[in-house]
């Protein structure tokens, strides 16, 4: 059942299952935190807390967030890795959580790399999946650019309709053809809350410098058919200090841990037993 808490705010929106190892589960955008559920009823035994990003699922966008930050469309509102950051720091304040171990796709992982530059010892272990510590090449700004122009004409249909076909792996439609429609379904931002979450995603820091320095264990799992995220990209994680064990799902898209639960759950539930003791 759904729980909210309030965050610089907005009312904010998380499920809590389990019991035991306390991780929080950070989804992809323009999904909520349906993504992460078959890939957790598979784990086992952790405490899930499993919350909707700001703007995301049943998750409020609040109305303070700044404008003008994305230089290529200077009147889009901007909702920053680091209002996430600050929101997910809320929730766990919220449930008197110290420290916890945090797993992330895409939009999850950089809100990742930001807890880690704020609060690293709340942070004890990143699996990050399909996820990276680059900033946007031109060509992804560009592309946001055009996003933002299309929602604010045409609304966030088309968009969602051409995210369910490109996010998720061809061997995953082919296998599982429902899962277009399923997780098209989970895609309601409103047009305000995407065009924020572009901007967000535009302006974001680069990462790479903070690699090294993460001294906490890194999991990191690659799609092979992640049209936007490459092996190579990932593979900068392994120059983090505290060591980051990698597997390339040669058969994933972007959205992996829905595309193929069972495998995710088994690479991540014996690199979680390191943190049970």
């Given amino acids: 059942m759904s729980k909210t808490y309030v965050s610089h705010g907005a009312n904010l929106s998380y499920s809590e299952t389990g019991s035991g190892l306390p991780v929080i589960f950070l989804h992809p955008t323009p999904l909520d935190h349906f993504y992460w559920l078959p890939m957790i009823a598979e784990l086992g035994k952790v405490r899930a807390i499993v919350p909707d990003l700001r703007g995301h699922g049943a998750s409020e966008l609040g109305t303070d967030l700044p404008v003008g930050g ?33 797993a992330g796709c895409s939009i ?41 122009a299309k929602v604010r004409r045409d609304g966030t249909a088309g968009v969602f309709d051409g995210n369910a076909q490109t996010l998720i792996g061809a061997s995953a439609r082919k296998r599982h053809p429902e899962i277009i429609a399923e997780l098209r379904a989970r895609m309601t931002l409103t047009p305000d809350a995407l065009v924020a979450t572009q901007a967000g995603l535009a302006t974001r820091p680069d990462s790479v410098p903070d690699i090294p320095e993460i001294d906490a264990p890194i999991l990191a799992i690659c799609g ?35 595309e193929q639960p069972s495998k995710v759950a088994a690479l991540l539930a014996p690199w979680l037993r390191q943190f049970e003791f």
């Fill in 70 to 102: 994305f230089a290529l469309v200077p009147d889009a509102t901007v909702l920053s890795m680091g209002q996430l950051a600050t929101d997910v720091l809320a929730l766990m304040d919220h449930l008197a959580l110290p420290e916890a171990v945090f």
């Fill in 108 to 148: 999850g992982g950089y809100v990742m790399l930001e807890l880690w530059r704020r609060a690293p010892l709340r942070m004890r272990g990143l699996a990050i999946v399909c996820s990276k510590p680059q900033p946007d090449a031109e060509a992804s700004l560009v592309k946001r650019v055009e996003t933002i």
């Fill in 224 to 258: 092979g058919e992640d049209a936007g995220i490459t092996e190579a990209e990932m593979r900068a994680f392994e120059a983090a200090e505290g060591g980051c064990e990698f597997h390339l799902l040669a058969d994933a898209g972007h959205f992996a841990a829905y």
